[in-house]
């Protein structure tokens, strides 16, 4: 088991990054359509349908960061009664919270395809730019599946004893 562990580590490290650039690009894609659209305002010539792309490139940039934020160990955590328990008490905590944000991520990864093969089943496209909104929620759908591997990787290595984890 450590063997696959330690791989499937690090395919969740290469696909949370990969994820992680992606988001950024998406980013910077937004700062430059906001700054582009201020200075095209002004002479009073906006950028069109900057509100959708906007939202698109939102979506990405949320979903995106989600997986690599959970590697780095970034995300808000309650640690007040880190130390004080038994280590068996906050090993079954752990294996319980990764548990659940697997499963969680998990239904929300199915839950999102699903609206995903409903939007392209029913030809849905934005209002101003007539662009499909199908491929930003599958890419959502894919930014969840890729947090619920991270989570799953996080339940194994949670069910390590310590002196095995490695990393």
Not at 28 to 33: F, G, I
Not at 62 to 77: M, R
Not at 138 to 155: K, P, Q
Request: charged share 15%.
């Amino acid at each position: 088991m450590p063997d696959l562990l330690e791989r499937l580590r690090q395919l969740r490290s290469i696909l949370n990054k990969a994820l992680a650039y992606a988001g950024g690009a998406a980013l910077l894609s937004m700062v430059a359509l906001s700054c582009t659209n201020i200075l095209l305002r002004s002479v009073w010539l906006p950028v069109t349908g900057t509100f959708e792309l906007m939202g698109f490139l939102g979506a990405v940039v949320a979903a995106f960061a989600l997986g690599y934020t959970q590697l780095t160990k970034g995300h808000i955590a309650v640690t007040f009664l880190e130390g004080k328990l038994p280590r068996a008490v906050e090993r079954a905590c752990d294996v319980l919270a990764n548990l659940i944000g697997l499963c969680f991520f998990v239904l929300a990864a199915l839950e999102v395809a699903k609206l995903g093969r409903f939007l392209v089943l029913r030809g849905e496209f934005s209002e101003t730019l007539a662009v499909p909104y199908y491929p930003v929620v599958f890419a959502v759908a894919l930014a969840c599946l890729i947090m619920a591997l991270t989570m799953f990787v996080d339940l194994l290595a949670s069910l390590v004893p310590a002196g095995r984890k490695g990393r």
